[in-house]
């Protein structure tokens, strides 16, 4: 079992839709969890950033985390043709230990205008 | 600020050449890393520094080696390339251990490396 999975995709949705995109990881000891933006051939940009369980919410974008059950979110409202790009989650246990992050594989999204 | 730059955009190298990927960051991040992405593997951690004079490996360290002499630079030698190395890589920078927490790393634009 890999330690970070996540629906590579691709995921197609209409202009103005609510996304979910999400990661199931099995490290109980994770508690960052982040979510980077990857337009296609560019480097990864952090989008979301929270510690241990909850929800964030900044603008447009929402992340939620549950650590009962291992599962992390992204939402995206009001989805815009602008937010096609591939969205990596990562997550890391705490600690300081930079070379302790994982990345999952990536979910392509496509926003249809 | 330029933030993480990266040289060259694309490399195509025949087997057992060797050639360098450099990185520069101008955020006076302690923390630097080199990772490769592959098709449904996600990133991959290569090699990572967390100051001047400080490397350590990462995941998949086999073939490469790092160096950091400076804060701002840390490149990354491809010592006898293979065809596994075909890759994108992508070098980032983090704060660093002196703030804390601060997972949070800045990507540069990435290297597309085809190794023939």
């Known amino acids: 079992q890999k330690e970070v999975e996540q629906d590579p995709g691709p995921l197609s949705v209409p202009e103005g839709a609510i996304v979910s995109l999400n990661c199931t990881y099995s490290n109980s000891a994770f508690q960052y969890f982040m979510w980077y933006r990857q337009y296609s051939r560019k480097g990864p940009e952090l989008l979301m950033y929270?510690?241990?369980?909850g929800n964030k919410e900044d603008g447009r974008f929402t992340a939620q985390v549950d650590k009962s059950s291992k599962y992390i979110s992204l939402f995206i409202r009001d989805s815009q043709p602008s937010d096609s790009a591939t969205y990596l989650c990562?997550?890391?246990?705490?600690?300081?230990?930079?070379?302790?992050?994982?990345f999952g594989p990536g979910t392509s999204l496509s926003v249809i205008p | 600020n330029a933030g993480v730059t990266q040289t060259p955009k694309f490399q195509v190298l025949k087997t057992g050449q060797s050639m360098t990927l450099q990185c520069a960051q101008d955020m006076n991040h302690e923390y630097m890393s080199w990772y490769r992405q592959d098709p449904g593997m996600g990133l991959r951690l290569i090699h990572y520094?967390?100051?001047?004079?400080?490397?350590d490996q990462g995941e998949v360290p086999n073939g490469y080696n790092v160096s950091r002499s400076t804060t701002e630079d840390f490149p990354l030698r491809l010592l006898s390339a293979a065809p596994s190395q075909t890759s994108v890589y992508f070098c980032?920078?983090?704060?660093?251990?002196?703030?804390?927490?601060?997972?949070?790393?800045?990507f540069g634009p990435g290297t597309r490396l085809t190794v023939t």
């Open positions: 980032a920078s983090s704060l660093g251990r002196s703030l804390y927490p601060s997972y949070e790393q800045y």
């Open positions: 929270t510690y241990s369980s």
């Open positions: 520094s967390v100051g001047a004079g400080i490397t």
């Open positions: 990562a997550m890391a246990p705490s600690g300081g230990s930079y070379d302790k992050v994982i």
